[in-house]
């Protein structure tokens, strides 16, 4: 398998593009597969730590990384609905013609 990586850096935050190839390479990739990835270099503290490490002493984390990994879904997860109910609502105003003011 080759595998070939690019970084670019933007504000501050590596971003690495990882893109696998099955096979050998000889100028021409048969299946890639691209894979964003994101480097964290994250230092908690305070009630954050706290939280973190209670969680992984609890065995409802394996790791810190997948904590974050799990904080990070679930904030998309909410974010994604409220968007949704906000939609909605703005639809039902739409529909019964009020304008919102």
């Given at each position: 398998?080759?595998?070939?990586?690019s970084r670019v850096?933007?504000a501050g935050f590596?971003?690495?593009?990882?893109?696998?190839?099955?096979?050998?390479?000889?100028?021409?990739?048969?299946?890639?597969?691209?894979?964003?990835?994101?480097?964290?270099?994250?230092?908690?503290?305070?009630?954050?730590?706290?939280?973190?490490?209670?969680?992984?002493?609890?065995?409802?984390?394996?790791?810190?990384?997948?904590?974050?990994?799990?904080?990070?879904?679930?904030?998309?997860?909410?974010?994604t609905k409220e968007?949704?109910?906000?939609?909605?609502?703005?639809?039902?105003?739409?529909?019964?013609?009020?304008?919102?003011?």
């Amino acid at each position: 398998m080759v595998e070939i990586k690019s970084r670019v850096k933007t504000a501050g935050f590596g971003v690495e593009n990882t893109v696998h190839a099955d096979g050998p390479c000889n100028g021409s990739i048969k299946s890639k597969k691209a894979e964003m990835a994101v480097r964290l270099n994250l230092t908690l503290r305070g009630e954050t730590a706290r939280i973190l490490i209670e969680l992984k002493a609890n065995g409802i984390v394996r790791s810190y990384a997948d904590c974050v990994n799990q904080s990070i879904r679930l904030f998309y997860e909410k974010v994604t609905k409220e968007e949704l109910q906000s939609a909605r609502a703005k639809v039902l105003r739409n529909s019964f013609g009020d304008d919102g003011s």
